[in-house]
């Protein structure tokens, strides 16, 4: 897609949106029901253009690393979620093998020790492909019924 096209993308994204909340936060009880499924319409497309203008957006270079290991200063540790007195979950984004990847994952204190290690549960995605699983989080979020 061209840069114009993006940005025309976008500006419907936006409209769209805007008609959403419109749609959404309306008390009329007449019409209640069509007026849902139009919600939920308009949330399935506007995730799907969310997925398009992911995929749109211009192709970088990718950096040449030397050795397949962690370079720890392009760790970015963005969160940390606690799970339990000796566990959490970290989302980190860094490069490995060349490639920038966002990893959430499971770390736990093991027996004896005082400091945090990663554990295998977790799972390690290509930055280029974030949006598909943003994507999916939402959808798995408004099955539950917990909105966008």
């Given at each position: 897609?061209t840069?114009?096209?993006?940005?025309?993308?976008?500006a419907?994204?936006?409209?769209?949106?805007?008609?959403?909340?419109?749609?959404?936060?309306?008390?009329?009880?007449?019409?209640?029901?069509?007026?849902?499924?139009?919600?939920?319409?308009?949330?399935?497309?506007?995730?799907?253009?969310?997925?398009?203008?992911?995929?749109?957006s211009?192709?970088r270079?990718?950096?040449?690393?030397?050795?397949p290991?962690?370079?720890?200063?392009?760790?970015?540790?963005?969160t940390?979620i606690?799970?339990?007195d000796?566990?959490?979950?970290?989302?980190?984004?860094?490069?490995?093998?060349?490639?920038?990847?966002?990893?959430?994952r499971?770390?736990?204190?093991p027996?004896?020790?005082?400091?945090?290690?990663?554990?295998?549960?977790?799972?390690?995605?290509?930055?280029?492909?974030l949006?598909?699983?943003?994507?999916?989080?939402?959808?798995a979020?408004?099955?539950?019924?917990?909105?966008?």
């Open positions: 897609m840069p114009e096209q993006i940005e025309e993308l976008k419907r994204r936006d409209r769209l949106a805007g008609q959403r909340e419109a749609l959404a936060s309306a008390d009329e009880p007449e019409g209640a029901a069509a007026r849902s499924q139009m919600v939920a319409d308009l949330d399935a497309l506007l995730l799907k253009i969310d997925g398009t203008l992911t995929g749109a211009p192709k270079r990718k950096a040449r690393v030397l050795r290991t962690v370079d720890h200063q392009q760790v970015v540790d963005l940390r606690r799970k339990t000796r566990a959490e979950v970290r989302v980190v984004v860094k490069e490995w093998k060349g490639r920038r990847t966002v990893d959430v499971l770390w736990y204190l027996d004896g020790e005082t400091e945090m290690a990663p554990s295998r549960k977790g799972v390690s995605i290509d930055a280029a492909k949006g598909a699983l943003i994507t999916a989080l939402r959808l979020g408004q099955h539950l019924g917990g909105g966008s």
